[in-house]
């Protein structure tokens, strides 16, 4: 019994000491620990919070501000400032008020033309919603397929009404989709072109590589201004030459569709050199075996093309033309300077209207039609996306 109650006050002094000395040399450890973590965390925050809040009153703020101008109008007076709410007053002047033929345009039945158009853009989303149930696509994708068709078909329908019907006009919401289209079109053609030629063993290749980057390098502004220049056939070093070909007294910009070829041209001709530069990077980083095998096979260059080299371009075509796509939408310098926006409204793009009613004071249509701009962008951008997602998906 003595020994056993030896034993048993022998081990508790014996092991509690022992725990309070572990937790008393693990305490200023752990504090330290805390105190370290808390720092870092507390300095992130620090050095982050400034940035967040730069960001935060340069993005969102504008956009809250420029939303609640899309619906309300803004006077100044000599007392300050008038702002008065109009709900979606604005949106429908563009619509259906007094501002819709010059947003959408002159609208009449259309002619056989115009409906051959529609009912071939129809049998196009019919067949790309019928191919995507065979792949199986799923609900989210399917829906935005849909949704592309849906408007492809309206855009269509509205430009065979403005464009092939007796009396009918392009508004500015039709003539920015033809810059866009049109011109990003051209530009990845006249890109892949030159890149693919400049890739051969040509004598001078390397001074044209040169060459064909320089209209990048000149501001929109000199661009507009030297096509203003080129447009006018009374004056420039050109005059001998549009004199000779009987183009003296012709200018350019008095016709609705020589006025949009000219800044269709122009456009073409600034940034035709973004999409040569970026395919080009893409051509001679390609894998060189692959098509000297398909050649060693018995492929010919049209072959090794369309299945190698078309596809490897995929993604990187994929991006660059998303980005061109987003700035096409923003075209403004060139319709304004080379035509200020005429004869009339034939080359007035979206963004160049809501200029105009900005310069006039008319601050809330002019922020609705940044906000249409807004989701058209992010419609068109979404879906493009989306469509071409798994193409891209299946090349890499």
Same mark, same amino acid.
């Not at 040399?25 to 870092?40: E, V, W």
């Not at 409906?115 to 199986?136: C, Q």
């Not at 001998?240 to 949009?260: C, E, M």
């Not at 963004?351 to 809330?364: E, H, I, K, S, V």
């Given at each position: 019994m003595?020994?056993?109650?030896?034993?048993? %006050?022998?081990?508790?002094?014996?092991?509690?000491?022992?725990?309070?000395?572990?937790?008393?040399? @693990?305490?200023?450890? @752990?504090?330290a620990?805390?105190? %370290?973590?808390?720092?870092?965390?507390?300095?992130?925050?620090?050095?982050?919070?400034?940035? /967040?809040?730069?960001?935060l009153?340069?993005? /969102?703020?504008?956009?809250?501000?420029?939303?609640? =101008?899309?619906?309300?109008?803004l006077?100044?007076?000599?007392?300050?400032i008038?702002?008065r709410?109009?709900?979606?007053?604005n949106?429908?002047?563009?619509? %259906?008020?007094?501002?819709?033929?010059?947003?959408?345009?002159?609208?009449?039945?259309?002619?056989?033309?115009?409906?051959a158009?529609?009912?071939?853009?129809?049998?196009?989303?019919?067949?790309?919603v019928?191919?995507?149930?065979?792949?199986?696509?799923?609900?989210?994708?399917l829906?935005?397929?849909?949704?592309?068709?849906?408007? =492809?078909?309206g855009?269509?329908?509205?430009?065979?009404?403005a464009?092939?019907?007796?009396?009918?006009?392009?508004?500015?919401?039709?003539v920015?989709?033809?810059?866009?289209?049109?011109?990003l079109?051209?530009?990845?053609?006249?890109?892949?072109?030159?890149?693919?030629?400049?890739?051969?063993?040509?004598?001078?290749?390397?001074?044209?590589?040169?060459?064909?980057?320089?209209?990048?390098?000149?501001?929109?502004?000199?661009?507009?201004?030297?096509?203003?220049?080129?447009?006018?056939?009374?004056?420039?070093?050109?005059?001998?030459?549009f004199?000779?070909?009987?183009?003296?007294?012709?200018?350019?910009?008095?016709?609705?569709?020589?006025?949009?070829?000219?800044?269709?041209?122009?456009?073409i001709?600034?940034?035709?050199?973004?999409?040569?530069?970026?395919?080009?990077?893409?051509?001679?980083?390609?894998?060189?075996?692959?098509?000297?095998?398909?050649?060693v096979?018995?492929?010919?260059?049209?072959?090794?093309?369309?299945?190698?080299?078309?596809?490897?371009?995929?993604?990187?075509?994929?991006?660059?033309?998303? /980005? @061109?796509?987003?700035?096409?939408?923003?075209?403004?310098?060139?319709?304004? /300077?080379?035509?200020?926006?005429?004869?009339? %409204?034939?080359?007035?793009?979206?963004?160049?209207?809501?200029?105009?009613?900005?310069?006039?004071?008319?601050?809330?249509?002019?922020?609705?039609?940044?906000?249409?701009?807004?989701?058209?962008?992010?419609v068109?951008?979404?879906?493009?996306?989306?469509?071409? @997602?798994?193409r891209?998906?299946?090349?890499?």
């Amino acid at each position: 019994m003595g020994s056993s109650d030896k034993a048993g %006050t022998l081990d508790v002094p014996a092991s509690a000491p022992l725990e309070s000395g572990l937790d008393a040399a @693990r305490r200023p450890r @752990r504090l330290a620990a805390l105190r %370290t973590f808390g720092g870092d965390r507390s300095a992130r925050h620090v050095f982050l919070l400034p940035a /967040i809040l730069v960001v935060l009153f340069l993005s /969102i703020f504008p956009l809250v501000v420029s939303l609640y =101008l899309s619906v309300s109008d803004l006077d100044f007076t000599p007392n300050g400032i008038e702002v008065r709410f109009l709900g979606l007053n604005n949106y429908l002047s563009l619509f %259906t008020g007094s501002e819709r033929t010059h947003f959408l345009g002159v609208l009449n039945p259309p002619s056989l033309i115009g409906w051959a158009l529609v009912i071939a853009a129809s049998l196009l989303v019919a067949w790309v919603v019928a191919g995507s149930l065979r792949a199986g696509v799923g609900r989210l994708g399917l829906a935005l397929r849909a949704f592309g068709g849906a408007l =492809l078909i309206g855009l269509v329908w509205l430009f065979a009404q403005a464009m092939f019907s007796t009396g009918g006009r392009l508004g500015t919401l039709l003539v920015t989709l033809t810059y866009v289209f049109v011109g990003l079109s051209v530009q990845y053609l006249l890109g892949l072109c030159l890149a693919m030629l400049v890739t051969e063993r040509l004598p001078g290749r390397r001074f044209f590589r040169v060459v064909f980057l320089l209209p990048m390098m000149i501001t929109p502004v000199g661009v507009a201004y030297m096509f203003r220049m080129l447009t006018d056939t009374g004056k420039g070093p050109f005059v001998p030459v549009f004199a000779a070909l009987g183009l003296g007294d012709f200018t350019w910009v008095n016709d609705p569709w020589g006025a949009r070829i000219a800044v269709l041209i122009g456009d073409i001709w600034q940034w035709t050199p973004f999409m040569f530069i970026v395919l080009l990077a893409a051509l001679e980083g390609q894998d060189v075996e692959t098509t000297e095998s398909a050649l060693v096979d018995g492929a010919n260059r049209w072959q090794v093309f369309l299945h190698i080299t078309l596809p490897a371009l995929l993604p990187v075509s994929t991006t660059i033309i998303l /980005i @061109r796509m987003i700035e096409a939408f923003k075209i403004i310098d060139l319709p304004n /300077i080379l035509t200020n926006g005429g004869p009339g %409204t034939a080359t007035e793009s979206i963004t160049l209207q809501a200029f105009f009613d900005w310069r006039t004071l008319n601050l809330g249509r002019s922020a609705a039609l940044a906000y249409i701009l807004l989701i058209i962008v992010t419609v068109f951008a979404t879906v493009y996306v989306n469509v071409l @997602r798994p193409r891209v998906a299946r090349a890499t």
